[in-house]
């Protein structure tokens, strides 16, 4: 079964410290793994995306990297500011198939306290 | 940001009402996407369409219905709303030619029936 699992649920840190959010999947065959940020009642923004020969990109203050090998990938926030408090999310697409799906995850919720 | 619009964005209405929300994408895209997402929760596909005149049912089961008469249009109808279709609605297109599968995703309607 194709799934996407990410962790922490939640996690809270001070503004200035960095953190690491992981997400693990089991999408077969695999395309690409992509990170969306979502603010709350907004809908997901794409932060990176990763393809099977990628293992790390970076977006400024974000940088994804992935081992396709254990199925595995983080996105790793330095100096975390206010305005990264959102819902992050890892979504992984699957190769072959026309209608394009993505398979989500329900979110790590990082809140940035001041 | 993507040309991705939804209306309304906040929703509330007793139970029995018909009620439409409306999805609008300037960018031409061939493929779109009805999602339903519940706080905490990954996002669910609930109706898909690959362009006009073409719409077809997502993984979970829903009581709404879409139409797609127009490429930029996507608009998602519940005939009889019930306190169990209290949710958060987003609407997704994509680009046929995008091999990165990336979905842009609208601002959501949060939709509560009383």
């Known amino acids: 079964k194709n799934q996407v699992e990410q962790s922490p649920q939640s996690l809270i840190i001070l503004e200035g410290k960095n953190c690491t959010l992981q997400?693990?999947?089991?999408?077969?065959?695999?395309?690409?793994l992509r990170w969306y940020k979502q603010d709350t009642g907004r809908g997901p923004v794409s932060l990176t995306i990763?393809?099977?020969?990628?293992n790390t990109k970076s977006n400024g203050r974000y940088t994804a990297t992935l081992d396709a090998d254990t199925k595995q990938s983080s996105l790793h926030i330095t100096a975390s500011q206010l305005s990264d408090s959102a819902s992050y999310i890892c979504v992984v697409s699957d190769r072959g198939s026309t209608l394009g799906r993505l398979y989500f995850g329900r979110g790590t919720q990082l809140t940035v306290w001041p | 940001e993507a040309d991705i619009y939804q209306t309304p964005r906040y929703l509330v209405i007793g139970t029995g009402k018909k009620i439409t929300l409306e999805c609008s994408q300037t960018?031409?895209?061939?493929?779109m996407y009805w999602y339903q997402q519940d706080p905490g929760m990954e996002l669910h596909l609930i109706h898909y369409s690959y362009g006009v005149n073409s719409t077809e049912k997502g993984d979970l089961s829903s009581e709404s219905t879409v139409s797609r008469i127009r490429t930029e249009h996507f608009p998602l109808t519940l005939e009889s709303a019930r306190p169990s279709h209290t949710s958060q609605y987003l609407c997704?297109?994509?680009?046929?030619?995008?091999?990165?599968?990336?979905?842009?995703f609208g601002p959501g309607t949060r939709l509560t029936v009383l």
């Open positions: 997704a297109s994509r680009g046929i030619a995008d091999s990165y599968n990336e979905q842009f």
């Open positions: 997400c693990n999947y089991t999408v077969s065959p695999f395309s690409n």
């Open positions: 960018m031409g895209h061939d493929k």
């Open positions: 990763m393809t099977f020969s990628e």
